[in-house]
């Protein structure tokens, strides 16, 4: 089994595979919590302003 690890652990193919599955799932993780935090951001902003965007609109 130990010669099986061996082979596997030296294959070049195998070892790009990884690091791209490794890069791909990082952009995938680090994208997704850029989202999250600016979009909860975004939510926050919006649930300040827009009730007083309708408080001007309707004052005149």
């Known amino acids: 089994m130990n010669k099986y690890i ?3 652990e030296k294959n070049k193919g ?3 595979q990884k690091g791209l ?4 799932v ?4 680090f994208f997704l919590y ?3 935090f600016f979009g909860l ?3 926050q902003l919006l649930l300040i302003w ?3 965007i309708f408080e001007q609109m309707s004052q005149k």
């Open 21 to 24: 599955k490794e890069n791909v």
């Open 34 to 36: 850029k989202l999250i």
């Open 14 to 16: 195998l070892a790009k």
């Open 26 to 29: 990082f952009i995938m993780n």
């Open 6 to 8: 061996n082979v596997f």
């Open 41 to 43: 951001a975004i939510y």
């Open 50 to 52: 827009v009730p007083a």
